[in-house]
């Protein structure tokens, strides 16, 4: 049996009639009535009584009934797959590092699942290391994050530049000064991410470069609370300024001197699969528009 069989079989219950459910599929009569002979020599049993009014055997209603649920499944099933081949269906997996994951990416998740709100995504929080060796391993299928290491496998679109901050107490002796140079931080306790960190990386990098590498540090292991220990005087710390909003209580800012301390940031996926196919296709340049139209340059 197929499905326009059974479609067939299902309109000549609905109309009663043989020479209806043929207009409807647009057939003529008698490939109506070679339809349901077939199916009722495939099925071995009859399914109508045939007579001046069509009426169904006890089989007939039988098969009646449970072909209306197979008829949905499969017409569900179908459109499912068309779904799905156009990328208005699927799962997706992203990866994203803080600060992105908590101030960003809820509203711009919000606004794509009502576009798309056959699409189900699953975030994972982790730092660029552990995203990028997730996506190559296929755990993920993007990733939002910072650029990875030179020489990785990984495709990586720049987006922006995460700019940064030096938190402090209003009452710190730095907060003096309108903008604090890397050497300035020698002498004072610096709040730090955790050693895989390639905000941390970077940091250490500036302030090797200025010949001042501050002795007395913290490691703290998110980037998103590091305002609440500032906040709680045990330190400064160099903070993207998208999580100073609201600015903690008691603290100011002031930039750093310089720029290369600031971050690049963007989407990572494969090589072999950009561009992107199904699902996968539409978060993309979602995701890309959005981040470009609502993080300032």
Known sequence: MDLKT?????????????????????????TVTMQIQKLESELGVQLIERGKKIRLTE?????????????????????????????????????VTEPTA?????????????????????????????????????????ALCSAPDLGSELYFEPLFREKFEVLMPENHPLAQKAVIAPEDICGHRLLITSATC???????????ESGNIPIDTME????????????????IALVPEIILKPMPLGTTTRPMSGSLIDMPFGILSKPAEYPLKLASSKLYPFLKQELLEHVPN
């Not at 390639?198 to 090797?208: A, G, I, S």
């Not at 703290?220 to 330190?235: D, F, P, Q, R």
């Open 6 to 30: 059974l479609k067939t079989f299902q309109l000549i219950v609905k109309y009663g009639s043989f020479n209806r459910a043929a207009d409807e599929m647009n057939y003529v009569q008698s």
């Open 59 to 95: 089989a007939g209603k039988l098969f009646y009934e449970q072909s209306l649920q197979i008829v949905k499944n499969v017409d569900q099933l179908q459109t499912n797959l068309s779904d799905l081949q156009l990328g208005e269906r699927g799962n997706i997996r992203l990866g």
């Open 102 to 142: 908590s101030y960003r990416l809820p509203v711009i998740l919000e606004r794509f699942l009502s576009q798309f709100p056959k699409i189900r995504i699953s975030v994972e929080f982790g730092n660029t290391p552990t995203l990028s060796e997730r996506l190559l391993k296929g755990d993920i299928d993007l």
């Open 198 to 208: 390639p905000y941390r990386r970077k940091l250490e990098m500036v302030l090797q």
């Open 220 to 235: 703290i292991g998110s980037m998103t609370a590091l305002k609440h220990y500032v906040e709680s005087g045990l330190g």
